[in-house]
T-cell receptor, first 113, second 117 residues
Framework: GESVGLHLPTLSVQEGDNSIINCAYS??????FIWYKQESGKGPQFIID???NMDKRQGQRVTVLLNKTVKHLSLQIAATQPGDSAVYFC???WGGGYNKLIFGAGTRLAVHP | GAVVSQHPSRVICKSGTSVKIECRSL??????MFWYRQFPKKSLMLMAT?????????EQGVEKDKFLINHASLTLSTLTVTSAHPEDSSFYIC?????????????FGPGTRLTVL
């Protein structure tokens, strides 16, 4: 079946370092992916998205890389700050339509001073 | 993006009672709304998809008679947990989407923490 999963459940980084959060997916037909950030007790917050016709997309301090060959995407956060501490989810479309997303298990990012 | 609110943000109820959670789209008309639940340290699990003016579509394993969803307007959807039990304690999150969008642009509410005693 389809799945979107994450390699690492937790990631600890020093403030100022770069963070890389990984995600693997199984449905090769998936054509749209989103990264969400969820702080404790809050709903997910959109970070960045990427479509399958792109390999890379950059935002403010964040970059998403998509490798369709190995069905892998990553979220890179530059100069990680304490405010980046949260759980990060990748999400992808449910096969057969654009109106459903499935979420990966999530990676907790802990930023230490 | 859209601004989505949920009410209440936190609710504690006794076992056997029913709880209604509201999801409002504040700045655009949401043709489609989604309801998710999230257990501690777990991912979001889609419960149902509701389209304005029609019956909700429930995911496999979600009891439609227990989790009543009403989407009577383009700005409001409600989730009622009927005869709540402790195992229903969870974080319930709604999201809204514009049907016209080609991709899954969903905007999430802040969530409602339900605790059933």
């Amino acid at each position: 079946g389809e799945s979107v999963g994450l390699h690492l459940p937790t990631l600890s980084v020093q403030e100022g370092d770069n963070s890389i959060i990984n995600c693997a997916y199984s449905n090769s037909a998936s054509d749209y992916f989103i990264w969400y950030k969820q702080e404790s007790g809050k709903g997910p917050q959109f970070i960045i998205d990427i479509r399958s016709n792109m390999d890379k997309r950059q935002g403010q301090r964040v970059t998403v890389l998509l490798n369709k060959t190995v069905k892998h995407l990553s979220l890179q956060i530059a100069a990680t700050q304490p405010g980046d501490s949260a759980v990060y989810f990748c999400a992808g479309p449910w096969g057969g339509g654009y109106n459903k997303l499935i979420f990966g298990a999530g990676t907790r990012l802990a930023v230490h001073p | 993006g859209a601004v989505v609110s949920q009410h209440p943000s936190r609710v504690i109820c006794k076992s056997g009672t029913s709880v209604k959670i509201e999801c409002r789209s504040l700045d655009f008309q949401a043709t489609t709304m989604f309801w998710y639940r999230q257990f501690p340290k777990k991912s979001l699990m889609l419960m149902a998809t509701s389209n304005e003016g029609s019956k909700a579509t429930y995911e496999q394993g979600v009891e439609k008679d227990k989790f009543l969803i009403n989407h009577a307007s383009l700005t409001l959807s409600t989730l009622t947990v009927t005869s709540a039990h402790p195992e229903d304690s969870s974080f319930y999150i709604c999201s809204v989407s514009e049907e016209a969008s080609s991709y899954n642009e969903q905007f999430f509410g802040p969530g409602t923490r339900l605790t059933v005693l």
